[in-house]
């Protein structure tokens, strides 16, 4: 089974901390996905990561960054937090071949004071 | 961002009934997917489907790829109260791409 795991699942930060949110997957995947998620918007794309080191922006990538050292995690940085970005957000990974198939982690719930 | 249309966007149904949804889009995909996700959880994928005409089974959830391509069926039989939840779809493109656009979600609450 794939397992994708996120290093918290509630997190309270102040506005303008720098906030960490980590994410590993175990099965090698070399594709990995953080969104973030808001009532009546949906699931939206921050950054995409389509190998070790590589990253590309999604739809919303301002005020965010991402790092990805090494091929079984994938960080996501807010360099300065503010309550806008107060959001419930998931990491995703996916093995590149014929069955693209994406698997979400359990979600951070990021509260920003 | 982009989203699917997703109907319908809740319903109550009764233990033992029948559930069916579905998603429509204006673009043809290449992938489709169905996820679940309880409340302050992550989506958990139900059902992948990759070509037209599929029709793929997981228990009681069966789930449909349209032949035209531009929409998908979930279907739930017998539903039971453990069912509740939000299901929602999910397209790609193009096999390889990394966007997916994402339906708008099917609140489901099931009556014991």
């Known amino acids: 089974d794939v397992k994708v795991t996120q290093s918290s699942r509630y997190l309270v930060k102040r506005t303008g901390e720098k906030v960490f949110l980590e994410c590993v997957q175990d099965?090698?995947?070399?594709?990995m996905f953080w969104y973030r998620q808001d009532p009546g918007l949906g699931l939206r794309l921050i950054y995409f990561?389509?190998?070790?080191?590589?990253?590309e922006k999604g739809d919303i990538p301002e005020g965010y960054s991402v790092s990805r050292e090494k091929k079984e995690r994938f960080s996501l940085i807010l360099e300065s937090a503010s309550t806008n970005q107060t959001s419930m957000y998931l990491c995703?990974?996916?093995?590149?071949?014929?069955?693209?198939?994406?698997?979400f982690g359990p979600g951070t719930r990021l509260t920003v004071l | 961002g982009q989203q699917l249309n997703q109907s319908p966007q809740s319903m109550f149904i009764q233990e033992g009934e029948d559930v069916s949804m579905n998603c429509t889009s204006s673009?043809?995909?290449?992938?489709w997917l169905w996820y679940k996700q309880d409340p302050g959880e992550g989506p958990v994928l139900l059902i992948a489907?990759?070509?037209?005409?599929e029709l793929t089974s997981n228990g009681r959830l069966t789930a449909q790829f349209g032949i035209t391509r531009k929409d998908s069926f979930l279907n739930i039989s017998a539903s039971i109260p453990s069912d509740v939840g939000i299901y929602f779809c999910?397209?790609?493109?193009?096999?390889?791409?990394?966007?997916?656009?994402f339906g708008t979600g099917t609140r489901l609450k099931v009556l014991a």
């Open positions: 995703a990974s996916r093995y590149q071949g014929w069955t693209d198939t994406q698997y």
């Open positions: 999910a397209g790609q493109f193009l096999p390889g791409t990394y966007k997916y656009i």
């Open positions: 673009s043809i995909f290449n992938t």
């Open positions: 990561s389509y190998d070790v080191k590589m990253k």
């Open positions: 099965m090698d995947h070399e594709n």
């Open positions: 489907l990759y070509k037209a005409g």
